[in-house]
């Protein structure tokens, strides 16, 4: 007859109503996840193993729908963006340009990916603070739109201008105070001090450059809705002093992205259901302050550059449990197959956790670990839970955004990557890494040693 190996209870001082004079009885967790879009938890691990991230087709084509339609509601003449930078897997990438999206992308490699997906240069738009001057040269052969970051870039686009014998508009990225902070001074020519005027005294200057529109984008995740009216009406009162005195009009306005997902911050204590704005509130706060553009003939083009909004909440990981330990401080800590190597930003993010089947149990305080060496390994250093079996599953979410593209080859394989489609089928769109994957760009040499 086997036993049970004995483990100590957890005693620990919470302020937790769950708590009483009484005790706690026995309570079953209530956030429960035995599927994602119809397709069973456990014969997704099955199938494509654990760790596991899975998107869904549908959440990531509605979210475009509504985020769209919000927009063009209140301007006619709009175009979104998608941002490579949030999720470069060339799945995602194709639905959005699917559902109509062109790309925008900071760096030479989303650029070349951009163009090998088969958009073509002028359904580019290139921000970023380096582009190196090979690949300016040919996003300006590509007609790509170019949106300046500093009077260095501007030096290489005259002098690729000078090279290729042509004149050619480019758009400036401008950076200004919209009453949220920390304010994003780094990137573009500040509005306050002068250094965005001097930008477009240079281009007017030029025999090689022009001028075609201007582009701001104030943060990321950014929970004031109004700040985008409040930059957008900076944005437009420059351009309309530009053009009064410069003689000309712009072709279009980049009011970029940073609209939040159903995420919870760290340190908003409010659920993201009352914290987050509908994208709707968005849109509205830039209405009015695009309104002047309407008597225009051509309209000019408005760009969103949106991406978080877009992919967050359609993203989850599966991970499993597979150790539990009882940590000095009589908190339970549990051993998790997925860690910061994967969720990048659980720094600043305190995900929703759901178990992948019903658990009956006292609620305690636990503390959830990665697989890594490393002590920073923290999915989650303060979370109510009842007594975890070994390889039981928690599935995080939103993990969409920012996480597949900024996560780590280390200690770890990176895990395959599912999509859930609209017809329910999952399908692998990133197989799970191999030592091969990893041996693949190191070079052997034939080294002897000297000493033998």
């Known amino acids: 007859m086997s036993s049970k190996n004995y483990s100590k209870p957890t005693i620990v001082r919470v302020g937790n109503p769950l708590y009483v004079k009484h005790g706690s009885a026995s309570q079953s967790y209530t956030l429960i996840r035995e599927s994602i879009e119809g397709v069973n938890i456990e014969s997704l691990v099955k199938q494509f193993g654990s760790p596991v991230f899975v998107f869904s087709e549908r959440i990531l084509r509605e979210k475009y729908k509504r985020a769209y339609t919000a927009f063009q509601s209140i301007y006619p003449n709009i175009q979104f963006g998608w941002s490579y930078k949030t999720n470069y897997l060339n799945a995602i990438c194709k639905i959005f340009h699917q559902e109509g999206s062109i790309a925008e992308v900071v760096s030479h490699f989303e650029y070349e990916k951009a163009r090998n997906l088969g958009i073509a240069g002028n359904q580019i738009i290139y921000n970023g603070p380096y582009k190196p001057i ?237 697989p890594l060496c490393m002590n920073i390994d923290i999915m989650d250093e303060s979370i109510m839970l009842p007594r975890l079996k070994r390889f039981q599953k928690l599935i995080f979410s939103p993990v969409g955004a920012y996480n597949v593209t900024q996560w780590m080859q280390f200690i770890q394989y990176r895990p395959a990557i599912v999509l859930i489609t609209q017809n329910g089928e999952a399908k692998a769109i990133r197989r799970a890494e191999t030592l091969e994957d990893i041996n693949r760009c190191e070079l052997d040499l034939d080294l002897k040693n000297e000493k033998s």
Request: hydrophobic share 40%; glycine share 10%.
């Open 134 to 370: 090979h690949s300016l040269r040919q996003a300006v052969i590509d007609e790509a739109i170019i949106n300046v970051d500093h009077f260095d870039e501007m030096h290489d686009l005259e002098t690729i201008a000078k090279e290729l014998g042509k004149k050619f508009k480019i758009g400036i990225r401008i950076n200004l105070n919209s009453g949220i902070t920390p304010v994003w001074s780094r990137f573009g020519f500040n509005l306050e001090s002068g250094q965005a005027w001097a930008a477009i005294l240079r281009i007017t200057q030029s025999k090689h450059l022009g001028l075609a529109g201007v582009h701001c984008h104030i943060g990321t995740f950014v929970l004031d809705a109004e700040a985008y009216g409040r930059a957008t009406h900076k944005l437009s009162e420059f351009v309309r002093h530009a053009e009064s005195h410069l003689g000309y009009n712009i072709e279009y306005l980049d009011l970029g992205g940073g609209f939040a997902s159903q995420n919870h911050l760290k340190g908003i204590y409010q659920p993201p259901e009352i914290a987050v704005p509908r994208i709707e509130a968005y849109a509205s706060a830039i209405e009015k302050e695009v309104k002047w553009l309407t008597s225009r003939n051509p309209l000019p083009k408005i760009y969103f550059e949106t991406g978080r909004h877009l992919v967050d909440d359609a993203g989850y990981l599966i991970t499993t449990m597979v150790a539990e330990k009882l940590l000095p401080d009589g908190r339970r800590g549990y051993v998790l197959d997925a860690g910061v190597n994967l969720l990048y930003t659980s720094t600043w993010y305190k995900f929703k956790i759901e178990l992948g089947c019903k658990t009956n149990g006292i609620i305690e305080p636990c503390v959830l670990n990665g």
